[in-house]
């Protein structure tokens, strides 16, 4: 079978269902949602009409399953999809497609052709609760329409998490009412390096963009529909210099800045008083009011103290706070915005950066600097969704050579995303219950359109969703299975990079890069978590 991800357990079996003008999709009442989406993708692709009624494709209540559990059962005869919960149902709807011709992907017919299915009984079920994807649209911005297909590519995988990166030092992409200027000003920049920073090279062009609250309404619905959930972040107190560009009050510098044009981390953070505290609560209400989920993240990653450490006011409130450093300054920070969140019934989503504080209670750490970062908040009682740079940032280059777009940190290669673990080595049962699952990350520095996107993210997400929902298991097995993929990612418009290596104009010999070496990327990670003690 060619299904991505592989089911749990498959057992081929002898014929297959065919699919005509006559066929009939009929579901319970609880579990209709899977049959609309499936008669709404089937229909333009065949010619299908799959009316209401029995008659060939049946979805109904099954009984001993978990929410995101099915059973596929398939006979000459008929189709079975078996399901508790209307996320289940949806699963099994998306194998039922992959079962098909990979026409069944496009938008509309290419031609007359058969239908059929092969016989067969799946038993499928996730490893992992959070099967993630992070897009970061504030470096480079993502249109509605762009990030509303990526929605339907994740729930294709049957992953089920969309973290969205909207605010940061170079843009600012969500509309407050409350403080329009978010987005009248930091939601524009004036030019983007070209290439790696290290280069000094730059596009000269404007760039900018962000979602209206009514385009978030209709993202987060759309995504609910697929049983994607989103996951907003407002990245503080660092990564904060576009909100300074528009509201200077929140800097510590007391003069004007620009939305920053450079990558990396920057210096400009938001200042502690009680009025900027108030300013991204206030923000947080308006976060609230447009994303139904439990998660918002927080972020707390790279923050530099430079700026706190030389202000008269931040080393006063040290002072009256009793605190011993700028590390537990930036605690007490945080903690005025994931109680807010706790307070009303949400989970705060934090970078691991938090645990060299103090790490605040309540918090589900997002663990991108490695094993030990997951293995430090496990063992401490928190929840964690493990995302390492490393293993799991598809911006980092595919193969070595000169010929990657942009190549930058070590090479994540198909192989190694396929054979990615989420659980670290060491961890207790009961320490290994804290690990929710994991995401991939797509940061946008280097990917400035959609085009690239897709280069960067396929097929090593396919990968990835395999390795969230069954294991990694038999990477030969895999690439077999993603030889027909490729066909379905095809017939969605995909710009996957080919095994070989880039088309010619996937390739970016305008823009540079620095690709570094996996030892150098240890020495990072080494470095940057010397300081955390068990």
């Not at 054979?419 to 080595?425: G, H, L, R």
Request: hydrophobic letters at 40%; aromatic letters at 8%.
């Amino acid at each position: 079978m060619t299904t991505i991800p592989a089911p749990r357990r498959l057992v081929p079996a002898d014929g297959r269902f065919v699919l005509t003008a006559a066929t009939r999709l009929t579901a319970e009442p609880r579990l209709d949602r899977a049959a609309a989406w499936l008669r709404a993708v089937l229909g333009p692709a065949t010619g299908l009409p799959l009316p209401e009624g029995p008659g060939g494709i049946e979805i109904r209540l099954g009984e001993g399953l978990g929410p995101e559990e099915y059973r596929l059962t398939v006979t000459a005869a008929s189709v079975l999809i078996e399901a508790a919960a209307p996320a289940g149902a949806f699963y099994g709807a998306q194998t039922l497609r992959q079962l098909l011709d990979p026409a069944a992907f496009r938008a509309g017919r290419t031609g007359e052709r058969a239908w059929s299915v092969p016989a067969v009984r799946i038993a499928d079920a996730p490893r992992y609760a959070w099967r993630g994807c992070l897009i970061d649209v504030a470096r480079h911005f993502l249109t509605k329409n762009d990030l509303l297909r990526y929605v339907d590519l994740l729930a294709a995988h049957k992953l089920n998490v969309l973290h969205l990166h909207l605010t940061d030092d170079q843009g600012w992409r969500l509309q407050i009412r409350k403080y329009p200027r978010l987005t009248e000003v930091g939601a524009w920049r004036r030019e983007s390096p070209r290439g790696h920073v290290r280069h000094g090279l730059s596009d000269g062009r404007p760039h900018g963009g962000f979602y209206s609250q009514d385009d978030i309404r209709e993202i987060v619905s759309y995504a609910a529909d697929r049983f994607v959930t989103v996951v907003p972040e407002i990245d503080l107190p660092g990564h904060t210099q576009a909100a300074i560009a528009a509201y200077p009050e929140l800097g510590n510098l007391g003069t004007p800045l620009d939305v920053r044009t450079e990558w990396g981390v920057g210096e400009n953070v938001i200042n502690v008083s009680d009025e900027t505290i108030a300013f991204f609560l206030n923000v947080l209400d308006e976060v609230l009011e447009l994303f139904p989920g439990e998660y918002v993240c927080v972020g707390g990653d790279e923050v530099p103290k430079t700026q706190w450490n030389d202000s008269l006011p931040a080393k006063e409130r040290m002072r009256e706070l009793g605190l011993r450093d700028a590390e537990e300054l930036q605690s007490w920070l945080m903690r005025h915005f994931t109680d807010y969140l706790l307070a009303r019934g949400r989970k705060p989503l934090g970078w691991d950066e938090l645990l060299e504080g103090g790490l605040p209670p309540g918090v589900t750490v997002a663990a991108w600097r490695g094993d030990r970062c997951a293995t430090l908040a496990a063992r401490a009682g928190h929840d964690v969704v493990v995302s390492p740079f490393a293993e799991t940032y598809l911006d980092f280059r595919q193969a070595g050579g000169e010929q990657e777009p942009v190549p930058i940190g070590s090479v994540t290669s198909l192989r190694a995303v396929h054979a990615f673990d989420p659980v670290p080595a060491g961890l207790s049962q009961e320490e290994r219950t804290r690990i929710l699952g994991a995401q991939a990350a797509l940061w946008t520095e280097h990917i400035d359109s959609p085009r690239l996107l897709d280069y960067m993210a396929f097929p090593r997400l396919a990968a990835f969703a395999e390795a969230v929902w069954s294991g990694g298991g038999d990477f030969e097995d895999f690439l077999a299975r993603l030889a027909t993929h490729e066909k379905r990612l095809d017939a969605l418009g995909v710009e996957y990079r080919p095994a070989g290596g880039p088309r010619p104009w996937q390739q970016r010999p305008d823009a540079p890069g620095h690709p570094v070496s996996r030892a150098a990327i240890d020495d990072k990670l080494a470095a940057w978590t010397a300081n955390l003690r068990p």
